[in-house]
């Protein structure tokens, strides 16, 4: 039997796919192979397979990040005035391209982790902003309505008392 670190990830699918119909025929009282080996086989077959798609996704993050440095870095020297659009366009299809080569799965995978980031990134930033809104001093206001007219600039506390 091939050690499953020199298989392709073709021979891997194609002897699971075999395995798993031995455990079939197993289940079923038509064959008296080993339960045991089998599964330790498949197990041994589907950790490979995983850690191969967990490497490739890894791979595939570190190219999309190189890729999109390489794009900022290509803009570093634009004008400010309009630069941001041109980069988050030409980031936008650099990462639409590089994600339609990607396994389906995987996108998916990459999809999840970024909503992720974005949520954890959007918490920080709702945080940050009730701190500063909870720093903010409001000892001009003494609270009553016609202070809150007069704060908006429609007349004065006198005016409404």
Known sequence: MKNVTEMTIEELNAERTKLN?????????????????????????VQEIDDREKNAKQISITKMLTAI??????????????AHKEL???????????????????????????????????LEDIKAAEI????????DMDGDHASALASAGWGTDEDYA
């Not at 455990?23 to 192979?33: M, T, V, W």
């Not at 980031?91 to 990459?110: C, D, G, K, N, T």
């Not at 500063?132 to 000892?139: A, F, I, L, Q």
């Open 21 to 45: 119909e031995l455990d079939q025929a197993i289940l079923a009282g038509a064959s008296n192979a080993n339960e045991h080996d089998l599964y330790e086989r498949l197990d041994l077959i």
């Open 69 to 82: 440095e390489d794009i900022q870095n290509c803009f570093k020297d634009t004008p400010i005035i309009g």
């Open 88 to 122: 988050k366009s030409v980031s936008s299809y650099a990462l639409r391209v590089f994600v339609r080569q990607l396994p389906p799965h995987i996108a998916l995978e990459m999809k999840d982790e970024l909503d992720e980031l974005i949520q954890t990134r959007d």
């Open 132 to 139: 500063n809104c909870e720093e903010r001093s409001y000892d």
